[in-house]
């Protein structure tokens, strides 16, 4: 596929999945477009060769697998992992505050957000509804308003001289966005919002109350191409949804010879020790499910994870942020992440698969360690080593600006990662040496 077209389709998931809810659904179209199945975890689970499942946790997180023709036990899994979940503003259960003739709205900050990027942007909301149906049953519905309905004013800098040089933000005084003036409508709620919203959306759906609701504020601003020669790629939620993208379509895209495994986590951002989180025990279940006793054990001992997020691409005004030998620079390949001290659960086994298979591709590969006088950063590849006891790589494309509402990488980064996990998921063999 030509590398616009490739990115087109990429940047239309991201534009289409403001939340960790909506990247699922939109995934699960994907599937389902594919003749994968969906499992249902409550249910016996009889799984067939060459055929595809997926299974969902909480709306927001997503096993998909396909059997393959080899047994796990001999032919090992060809594991990939990345996070649903991006930083962001969630809304307060009573989040009316009325001040000034203007109706804000509460936030809490999810997850490490850069916060000041969050000013002055169109923003819309979007997520997940609990409604009390007709009947007196419950329905989870999505919500995705689409058009910029909130802002959170800058303060001028007339009214703050220092702004330039000293600023801070108080996430409980300075966030919550302004959504409408009151004078009109001095008793709306967001409850009233949100009935009228779903109307709009699932009019077929008959909602006697609102119960409950999880809802992200976003940036309503669809991603672009940018550079005078198109070298870069800017969006929210690059970090991870990108990476989502990519082990989706490599998925989809792969012969189906081999068992092949791809794991789309919540809550990484907050530090995945969740039910639907990889410090939990969703993918491990899933495992258990397919094979159990020693075909497990000996299924696992030939595998591998990739755990795919993205890295910190070196900054031309900031360079000193990076090693000198380990920046990596946009458009020049995937990143191997290494850490000694296991933030990155990389090793020199894994390392020099993707580096192997980088070289056969004809697609450059990049480096990443942290400067030795900072902290190091993490994924949840250290987590699901831990977890399985699988051997795992690090890896990711270069971005800039990591945790901002819009994030940048390079527009051939993602293509060649893509290229590089597919042929991964359909390798014959992963490890060629036995003990
Ligand atoms: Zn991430």
Redo the contacts with the bound molecule.
């Keep these: 596929m030509e590398q616009s077209a490739f990115n087109q389709q990429l940047m239309g998931f991201l534009e289409r999945s403001p939340t960790p809810y909506h990247a699922v659904a939109y995934m699960v179209k994907d599937l389902e477009q594919a003749g994968f199945r969906r499992l249902d975890e409550s249910q016996p689970w009889r799984l067939e060769s060459q055929q595809g499942y997926y299974v969902i946790r909480n709306d927001s997180a997503l096993v998909a697998f396909r059997t393959g023709r080899h047994c796990p036990s001999e032919a090992g899994w060809r594991m990939m992992g990345a ?1 649903t979940d991006s930083p962001c503003l969630r809304v307060k259960p009573q989040p009316e505050i009325r001040e000034q003739g203007c109706l804000q709205l509460g936030v809490e900050v999810y997850g490490g957000a850069l916060l000041n990027p969050w000013f002055d942007r169109d923003l819309s909301l979007a997520g997940r509804v609990t409604v009390e149906t007709g009947e007196g049953g419950r329905r989870d519905a999505l919500v995705d308003f689409r058009r910029p309905i909130a802002v959170i004013p800058s303060l001028a800098i007339h009214l703050d001289r220092e702004a330039n040089s000293n600023r801070s933000i108080n996430a409980q005084t300075d966030l919550p966005p302004v959504a409408m003036l009151t004078a009109e409508r001095p008793e709306q709620t967001l409850h009233d919002l949100l009935r009228e919203q779903l109307h709009n959306e699932q009019p077929q759906l008959d909602v006697r109350q609102v119960l409950d609701f999880e809802l992200s504020f976003y940036d309503a601003q669809p991603p672009s191409l940018v550079g005078l020669h198109e070298d870069f790629l800017s969006s929210a939620r690059l ?2 949804l990108l990476s989502c993208w990519l082990g989706l379509r490599a998925l989809l895209d792969s012969d189906d010879d081999q068992p092949v495994v791809t794991v789309f986590n919540d809550h ?1 951002e907050v530090g995945s020790m969740t039910a639907e989180g990889a410090q939990g025990p969703f993918l491990a279940s899933v495992l258990a499910r397919w094979l159990s006793g020693e075909a497990y054990h000996r299924a696992m001992a030939a595998s591998m994870m990739m755990s795919v ?2 890295a910190h691409a070196i900054h031309p005004s900031y360079a000193d942020r990076h090693d000198a030998r380990h920046g990596p620079v946009m458009n020049q390949g995937p990143v191997i992440k290494i850490n000694n001290n296991q933030r990155y659960a990389s090793n020199s086994r894994t390392g020099a698969l993707f580096r192997q298979l980088s070289e056969q591709l004809g697609v450059p590969c990049q480096s990443f360690v942290v400067r030795s006088d900072m902290g190091c950063g993490s ?1 949840i590849g250290p987590l699901t080593a831990g977890n399985l006891g699988v051997k795992t790589l690090d890896v990711g494309v270069p971005q800039w600006a990591m945790h901002s509402i819009r994030e940048t990488a390079g527009t051939k980064d993602a293509q060649h990662l893509y290229q590089v996990l597919k042929r991964y998921f359909e390798l014959p063999a992963i490890w060629q040496e036995r003990p």
């Design positions: 996070h970090d991870n990484e997020d993205n994924t």
